[in-house]
């Protein structure tokens, strides 16, 4: 069965990032796999901002501990993010549609 998708404005995203040093890891899909590296949070915010749509990411990407999930074009970016934080706001956003948010 699909996962129901929420999407999250880029506020909610960036409150559910994993900051270290103002660096943030992130997961670029590339055709062997999956590139892996550290952004800086000014990068990642504008990523965030400039997105077509963000949404909480399925079991895999937060096995992963890269929940959020950003396109821009045509690439997807998997953030880093707190699971603990995207299941709160999961269970608080429920089904909301991009439209609603």
Known sequence: MEQEKIFLTPQQARDCLIVKDKQVHNFIPMGFGLCGADWHIFDVEQCLDEATSIEIGGDNCRKLGHGIV?????????FEADNDK????????????QDEL
């Open 70 to 78: 950003a396109i821009k074009g045509d690439n997807v970016y998997f």
């Open 86 to 97: 995207i299941t709160d706001l999961e269970n608080k956003l429920g089904g909301l549609n």
